[in-house]
């Protein structure tokens, strides 16, 4: 039996892995990647990339994608907590223009699987948030590609209040600030 655990969340494709962690009286240990082992619970996909960030309580970052040189990315919080959501993009999807979020934190080390197709972001619920993950291809500034955070057709339930946050709070780059709404871009993969 893989020592991953695969969830899946109301959107296809798209699932929360939980590894198995091994508590001792010293810490834990948890494998947060083994390719074997995934192939065992069918996510079978190469990672040529792996991120770190670190971002502030209320940082939001996204909603992000690649237009060419797309990204699957298996996403966790090594410090702190994040609301992490990923927006269905794909042409023909059912779901398409739908999001689904989910908080990951260094507690619950659960870690969410976003398949290409998907615009991804997260806001930092903790003081600091470390942010961890692999990416199926290489960034690609050129690629750029995304979507406004509040666009009112996806409507993310962003969960401000219950973490002591408003959106005078937030803290986002210069370009998140101007990213188009789903309806202006129009955006298919
Ligand atoms: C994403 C990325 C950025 N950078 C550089 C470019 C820039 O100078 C600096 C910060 O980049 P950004 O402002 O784009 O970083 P950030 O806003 O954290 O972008 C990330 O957001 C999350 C939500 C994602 O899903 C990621 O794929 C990525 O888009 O880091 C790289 O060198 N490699 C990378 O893979």
């Known amino acids: 039996m893989s020592k991953f655990k695969k969830i ?5 494709d798209l699932y929360i892995i939980e590894p198995t962690v091994f508590g001792d009286h010293r810490g834990f240990f948890m494998e947060s990647y083994n390719q074997r082992e995934f192939a065992e619970i069918g996510m079978d996909m190469d990672f040529v990339q ?8 209320g940082t939001l970052r996204g909603l992000h994608f690649q237009t060419e040189h797309p990204q699957g990315k298996l996403v966790r919080a090594i410090k702190g907590q994040v609301y992490d959501v990923a927006v269905d993009l794909r042409a023909g999807s059912d779901t398409y223009g739908e999001y689904f979020g989910v908080v990951l934190s260094e507690e619950n080390k659960k870690m969410f699987y976003i398949p290409e197709g998907f615009a991804h972001g997260f806001l930092a619920l903790s003081d600091e948030a470390e942010f961890m993950y692999k990416t199926t291809d290489y960034y690609c500034p050129e690629c750029d590609g995304g979507i406004i955070w509040n666009d009112n057709n ?18 986002l780059s210069d370009k998140d600030k101007e990213l188009p709404t789903l309806k202006e871009s129009n955006y298919k993969f």
């Open 50 to 57: 792996d991120n770190h960030s670190k971002s502030k309580k």
């Open 154 to 171: 996806i409507n993310i339930d962003w969960p401000l209040k219950e973490y002591g946050l408003t959106e005078d709070d937030l803290l």
């Open 8 to 12: 899946e969340t109301p959107i296809q």
